[in-house]
T-cell receptor, first 114, second 116 residues
Framework: QKEVEQNSGPLSVPEGAIASLNCTYS??????FFWYRQYSGKSPELIMS????GDKEDGRFTAQLNKASQYVSLLIRDSQPSDSATYLC??????????????FGAGTQVVVTP | DVKVTQSSRYLVKRTGEKVFLECVQD?????MFWYRQDPGLGLRLIYF???????EKGDIPEGYSVSREKKERFSLILESASTNQTSMYLC???????????????FGPGTRLTVT
């Protein structure tokens, strides 16, 4: 069973600080990586996608990918109370008949404290 | 702007009823997915479809069926609802993929189904 693992949290972050979320995956062939934000009672919302090693920045969010270490992370700079949510890491399943399926981690709960 | 809509936000049904959940996307996506999400169990894939009239079982297909007669619409059917199918149901869609690359999945708002 291929796995995507995240720390469940909660990760408590002071307002204005950097939140660092980590995700490891087991299938070395995976090539597509995504971060979603999910507020309580709502559906997942795409934040970032990353396909190449290195960093990708979008506003206050930075995704970092290291395929050799099978590790993807998300940094949230200048954390705001509105960033309090569960963050899901998702990784593609690289098989011929995967048809775009993603493997989701269980999510990390982030709590930003004023 | 990408848009995935689901027929109901909240639904209450009785045990044994046949339940239809509908999902519509306006992004001309080839792939569509149905998940359920329960506390402590995360997102679990029920069924997915990569083309009109094509469907594949996900991880937990038992008790469910699907229909995709048009590209933009993907329906989830609970043939005889049971209390253990009380859950949040999420529909998603994505572009056609290659073997090695998958594209973003965009989610609908979800349907919270309660079976009594």
């Amino acid at each position: 069973q291929k796995e995507v693992e995240q720390n469940s949290g909660p990760l408590s972050v002071p307002e204005g600080a950097i939140a660092s979320l980590n995700c490891t995956y087991s299938d070395r062939g995976s090539q597509s990586f995504f971060w979603y934000r999910q507020y309580s009672g709502k559906s997942p919302e795409l934040i970032m996608s990353i396909y190449s090693n290195g960093d990708k920045e979008d506003g206050r969010f930075t995704a970092q990918l290291n395929k050799a270490s099978q590790y993807v992370s998300l940094l949230i700079r200048d954390s705001q109370p509105s960033d309090s949510a569960t963050y899901l890491c998702a990784v593609n399943i690289p098989t011929t008949d995967s048809w775009g399926k993603l493997q989701f981690g269980a999510g990390t709960q982030v709590v930003v404290t004023p | 702007d990408v848009k995935v809509t689901q027929s109901s936000r909240y639904l209450v049904k009785r045990t044994g009823e046949k339940v239809f959940l509908e999902c519509v996307q306006d992004m001309d996506h080839e792939n569509m997915f149905w998940y359920r999400q329960d506390p402590g169990l995360g997102l679990r894939l029920i069924y997915f479809s990569y083309d009109v009239k094509m469907k594949e079982k996900g991880d937990i297909p038992e008790g469910y069926s699907v229909s995709r007669e048009k590209k933009e619409r993907f329906s989830l059917i609970l043939e005889s609802a049971s209390t253990n199918q009380t859950s949040m149901y999420l529909c998603a869609s994505s572009r056609r993929t290659s073997r090695y690359i998958s594209y973003e999945q965009y989610f609908g708002p979800g349907t919270r189904l309660t079976v009594t």
